[in-house]
């Protein structure tokens, strides 16, 4: 039997990846916490997916660990060999890591230091995927030449990244927040673990990574806690960039089937911008109109002048590179099909 080591497996992208990989074969050892209850209250608990998860697959097995735990992660590792390493566990919030920079760091640097050196010793052989962001690239995004439209930024389509942001643009001279440093740390030393040691790695620099089964929160998972709120009825802040800020989303599981293909051909310390590209893009005001039509209910919101610091006012992703790699990787989730998703799947 094949075996995977997936880390955050109650997550977004780790429970898709749990669904995925023992769908398909696979022996997965999950590894997750559940401190997302922890960064944004109980109603943000990952537990109920954990529950799904091992009551759905015999060939899952779950471990409650931190993963800056070296020695308990150690354990595992010497018990079983992987051939596929995919690590999603992370402080996912740049508002939440600046009320604790010392353990947003060390979660997601020092944590993905722990994975990365136990690969090399144990399991040198195996592809190992982490989830960056596009936070990487700090607040750059915002001083192309955007032009302010009726209901969204954009980019002139002259401009060399209207079709999204690519892999050449700078991560340097710029405002990440606390949170895209840590990130950047991590992201850095998957390249370098793949460089230097020849690993297979690969760093995907997502940014809207949404689907149904997100349990989001106002400080992470945009598209998701829109669609919350608009369906239930609650308050939902619009902060600063008159809601004109714009994303393209990308739906998880999308993102676990470039997993795949990249597993299927690795290389070492390799880097992807991973998104939905310009298809898939949204500014927040287009996205109530949509959220609102689509659930047939009016969302209730306030707007505040100042946007969160590092905030990207325009980000839609590239993904030439990756399909270059990868031609037989396909988005199989529109927009407008993530929103009917989501609206049918709301849990109070």
Not at 27 to 54: A, E, M, Q
Not at 107 to 128: D, H, K, Q, S, V
Not at 195 to 203: C, E, H, M, P
């Given at each position: 039997?094949?075996?995977?080591?997936?880390?955050?497996?109650?997550?977004?992208?780790?429970?898709?990846?749990?669904?995925?990989?023992?769908?398909?074969?696979?022996s997965v050892v999950g590894i997750d916490n559940d401190f997302r209850s922890l960064f944004f209250g109980p109603s943000s608990s990952t537990s109920w997916n954990t529950k799904r998860l091992i009551n759905l697959y015999d060939t899952f097995e779950f471990n409650n660990i931190d993963i800056r735990d070296y020695k308990k992660i150690k354990e595992i590792f010497i018990k079983q060999s992987f051939e596929l390493?995919?690590?999603?566990?992370?402080?996912?919030?740049?508002?939440?890591?600046?009320?604790?920079?010392?353990?947003?760091?060390?979660?997601?640097?020092?944590?993905?230091?722990?994975?990365?050196?136990?690969?090399?010793?144990?399991?040198?052989?195996?592809?190992?995927?982490?989830?960056?962001?596009?936070?990487?690239?700090?607040?750059?995004?915002?001083?192309?030449?955007?032009?302010?439209?009726?209901?969204?930024?954009?980019?002139?389509?002259?401009?060399?990244?209207?079709?999204?942001?690519?892999?050449?643009?700078?991560?340097?001279?710029?405002?990440?927040?606390?949170?895209?440093?840590?990130?950047?740390?991590?992201?850095?030393?998957?390249?370098?673990?793949?460089?230097?040691?020849?690993?297979?790695?690969?760093?995907?620099?997502?940014?809207?990574?949404?689907?149904?089964?997100?349990?989001?929160?106002?400080?992470?998972?945009?598209?998701?806690?829109?669609?919350?709120?608009?369906?239930?009825?609650?308050?939902?802040?619009?902060?600063?960039?008159?809601?004109?800020?714009?994303?393209?989303?990308?739906?998880?599981?999308?993102?676990?089937?470039?997993?795949?293909?990249?597993?299927?051909?690795?290389?070492?310390?390799?880097?992807?911008?991973?998104?939905?590209?310009?298809?898939?893009?949204?500014?927040?005001?287009?996205?109530?109109?949509?959220?609102?039509?689509?659930?047939?209910?009016?969302?209730?919101?306030?707007?505040?002048?100042?946007?969160?610091?590092?905030?990207?006012?325009?980000?839609?992703?590239?993904?030439?590179?990756?399909?270059?790699?990868?031609?037989?990787?396909?988005?199989?989730?529109?927009?407008?099909?993530?929103?009917?998703?989501?609206?049918?799947?709301?849990?109070?």
């Amino acid at each position: 039997m094949k075996h995977a080591l997936v880390t955050g497996s109650a997550g977004l992208v780790g429970g898709e990846a749990v669904d995925h990989l023992c769908s398909e074969g696979f022996s997965v050892v999950g590894i997750d916490n559940d401190f997302r209850s922890l960064f944004f209250g109980p109603s943000s608990s990952t537990s109920w997916n954990t529950k799904r998860l091992i009551n759905l697959y015999d060939t899952f097995e779950f471990n409650n660990i931190d993963i800056r735990d070296y020695k308990k992660i150690k354990e595992i590792f010497i018990k079983q060999s992987f051939e596929l390493i995919i690590h999603a566990a992370a402080q996912p919030s740049h508002d939440w890591a600046a009320k604790d920079p010392l353990l947003d760091f060390s979660i997601n640097a020092n944590g993905t230091l722990n994975l990365l050196e136990l690969t090399r010793i144990y399991c040198p052989e195996a592809t190992f995927i982490f989830t960056s962001t596009n936070k990487v690239y700090g607040d750059t995004p915002n001083f192309l030449n955007l032009i302010e439209q009726d209901s969204r930024f954009d980019l002139p389509e002259s401009h060399k990244f209207w079709q999204g942001i690519d892999e050449s643009m700078s991560i340097d001279n710029s405002t990440h927040s606390l949170f895209g440093v840590s990130k950047c740390s991590a992201d850095l030393l998957v390249q370098e673990y793949g460089r230097y040691f020849n690993l297979r790695t690969g760093v995907f620099r997502g940014g809207c990574l949404t689907g149904p089964m997100h349990s989001a929160a106002e400080l992470h998972g945009f598209l998701s806690y829109l669609v919350k709120s608009i369906v239930l009825g609650k308050n939902y802040k619009i902060l600063g960039y008159k809601g004109k800020q714009v994303r393209d989303n990308l739906h998880a599981n999308d993102l676990i089937s470039m997993f795949m293909e990249f597993h299927k051909n690795p290389k070492c310390g390799e880097v992807y911008n991973v998104g939905g590209g310009r298809k898939n893009s949204i500014s927040i005001i287009e996205a109530i109109k949509l959220i609102e039509l689509t659930s047939g209910r009016t969302a209730i919101t306030e707007y505040q002048e100042v946007n969160r610091t590092g905030d990207h006012k325009w980000y839609i992703t590239n993904l030439a590179k990756f399909r270059s790699h990868y031609p037989d990787w396909k988005s199989n989730h529109s927009l407008e099909q993530m929103i009917t998703d989501m609206v049918k799947s709301v849990r109070v």
